[in-house]
């Protein structure tokens, strides 16, 4: 019978929900909180696509011509289309 001497809901004492560390506890849920609302929402929003405004640009050339250039005309010509020479 001694939980009938304890009013329906009161978890904690008064005078424990007024000391430092209860209310740093209180800070750290309430950041916690919003942090955790903050990704939640971040995650549902659809991702956003910067512009690239490198686009198509490279420091260095990849091809197999150093300078960038494209294949010479001439060896274009020699080749024949389908057309393979011992």
Request: hydrophobic share 50%; no cysteine; glycine share 6%.
């Amino acid at each position: 019978m001694i939980a009938a001497a304890v009013p329906a809901g009161v978890l904690l004492p008064e005078s424990l929900l007024f000391t430092d560390w209860f209310r740093v506890m209180a800070a750290f849920v309430a950041v916690n909180t919003v942090m955790y609302a903050a990704l939640a929402v971040a995650k549902v929003l659809p991702k956003l696509q910067l512009p690239d405004w490198r686009r198509g640009q490279r420091a260095e050339p990849r091809g197999i011509y150093p300078d960038g250039q494209a294949e010479p005309e001439s060896s274009l010509a020699e080749i024949g289309a389908g057309s393979r020479e011992p």
